[in-house]
């Protein structure tokens, strides 16, 4: 078939080109998840669950952000769990013990985590490391310095003006809600739209190449892997707010859930495709099965059951498809 | 990287040096001043009880570097053999509550802990998911299993003979008996067997692996079945080093695992390794576990050294990798 009958098709058929689209899929499977779960349970399908939910789901959402642009250039960072939890950590660290006021405290923090972020990424582009043994090492230093930090003690007696970053409302919408919806906004206009987004891709296709014509390969990595960890750190300044204390152990084996959104999303794990628009589809599927199983009276740790075979299926699925094409 | 080197054991250029300069040789003495100076600092180091104890903390993580040394050697990676461990431990252990024979409990075990290998292999292989996704989600799917069916319940009570790892022979305890010989026939065979030259020829150069008629599918699904069998060995001491099992059992093994092999010289990206090393890595872990008790250090800070060694290692490998195509 010729290019042209090719895109004839596309736009006569627009409709069902997006079914048969990854994202159209997932729209699907949304659907028949959620109307399976609201059969299981009647609290499920309620305005009061649904926004408290999405409570629950921005802090894994705002990292599946620059996962999403990490895995679409071939890299991984596994350490986005334990930077949440180390910053989470540190954040209590500065404001209690280095008596900061607390606006200051929440600067450090986000620095903090930034730092975390751009030494995964100096490892990998200066010394050359595969990004996967990398952020393995990391996840191990970074939780451990959340552990040896804290010497496991928590931090509590937050103030109120604090906690309404983590529990209030701007109208009828949760505060961590509209930050996540505005940050998802940007960092797909920036992957669509920007000649910096469309060079993530670029990398992720073929780096050689990407190199040869003159994209800045390192530097855009880099940032990249800062700004992971700036928004690991960011989603541990939230859930500070949201449950008002502060552990060590926070966010252990949280790298799964947001590889899982990002890799259910469509995102090859090999990199050079994805997108933002996917990655979130992924992430309301994973954290509404989460959700909807757990109301239904299944326990939290059948649900990683679930959320480890549906990262394995997805990818295969997206293999097999990959390969029809 | 290139398939000439994935064939010489010690790396490049043979010369009466060339032992001094492996990984191995730096790690064996690093590992030699760190025991001395532990005996320095705290006397009762080197007391029989603690050694023992060193080496049974070694013996487990030790045996399930065999697998990962091979896994690793072949450019994969497993994350999932510490909830492979957990399956393997709770396993047996509610087995051997039911009054059946121990040695059939034992058998089970290892061939569960076999089978979850292969489907991690299986999927790697036939299916072609990448190994991280692989082991990921295996990682999390049998780590959920086990606590969802246990409950978080403790297993105890488990009848005498289960708990061989408690016994010695000649003075040594069981699991280091193991350990010695494992990674004796481990390393020979690695070294000297074509089969074991497969898994570093797959690794170094894939390609060229393919071309020289190796079968790459059926190297891949051997290797993880082979780690999944080791595992499963490590489980069983595991489990029957103590009076309980608990759910949690193995938790951030892969991790320790990993560690003792990359520290031990086998590059994460394939081709080149040895038992022998990770052998010493996994020496290492135990070691600087047990001297950080002894130097009081608060053992929340054990993750961190243990990442710190890893990236430790994998800088130098890198440099020696620059060193090798300078030359």
Known sequence: MTLERKMLRRSFFGMSAFLKSQEGLLLLILLVVMFILSRMSTQFLTTGNLLALTRLFVEVGLMTLPMTMIIITGGVDLSVGSMFGFTAVMLGAVWQYWGLPLPAAIVVTLGIGTLCGLFNGLLVTRVRLPPLIVTLATLAIYRGLAFGVSQARSVRGWPESFQFLGQGYLGPFPIQFLLWVSAAVAVALFLGRTAYGRYVYAIGNNETAARFSGIPVDRLKLALFAFSGFMASLAGTIFVARVTTTRADAGTGMELDVIAAVVLGGTSISGGSGSIVGTTLGLLIISLLRNGLTLAGIKGDATVIIIGAVLVLAVWLNRLFARQR | ?327
């Open chain 2, 1 to 327: 990287m290139n398939a000439t080197n994935a064939f010489a054991p010690t790396g490049t250029r043979r010369s009466l040096l060339a032992p001094l300069q492996s990984q191995e040789a730096t790690l064996a003495i690093f590992l030699a001043l760190l025991v001395t100076g532990l005996a320095v600092a705290t006397p009762a180091f080197l007391e029989a009880q603690n050694l023992r104890d060193v080496l049974v903390n070694a013996s487990f993580p030790a045996i399930a570097a065999i697998g990962m040394t091979m896994v690793i050697v072949s450019a994969e990676i497993d994350i999932s053999i510490g909830s492979i461990l957990a399956v393997v431990a709770v396993l047996t252990g509610n087995l051997a509550l039911t009054g059946m024979p121990i040695p059939l409990v034992f058998l089970i075990g290892l061939l569960a802990g076999t089978l979850l290998g292969a489907l991690n292999g299986a999927l790697v292989a036939y299916a072609r998911i990448p190994s991280i996704i692989v082991t990921l989600g295996a990682l999390s799917f049998w780590r959920g299993l086990v606590i969802y069916l246990t409950q978080g319940a403790w297993i105890y009570n488990m009848p005498e003979a289960f708990h061989f790892a408690q016994r010695s022979w000649l003075g040594v305890p069981i699991p280091v008996w193991m350990m010695i010989v494992l990674i004796a026939l481990a390393g020979l065979f690695m070294r000297y067997s074509p089969l074991g030259r497969q898994f570093y020829a797959v690794g170094g150069n894939r390609q060229a692996a393919m071309l020289a008629g190796i079968p790459i599918k059926r190297r891949v699904f051997l290797v993880f079945t082979l780690n999944g069998f080791f595992a499963a060995i490590a489980a069983l001491i595991y489990a029957s080093r103590f009076s309980v099992v608990q759910s949690n059992a193995g938790l951030g093994f892969e991790f320790q695992v990993i560690t003792a092999v990359v520290v031990g010289g086998t590059s994460i990206m394939g081709g080149t390794g040895t038992i022998w090393g990770s052998f010493l890595g996994a020496l290492l872990l135990a070691v600087i576990g047990t001297g950080m008790t002894f130097l009081k250090v608060s053992p929340y800070w054990l993750q961190t050294v243990q990442g710190s060694l890893i990236l430790l290692a994998v800088v130098l490998d890198v440099v020696r990798r620059r060193q090798v195509l300078v030359r």
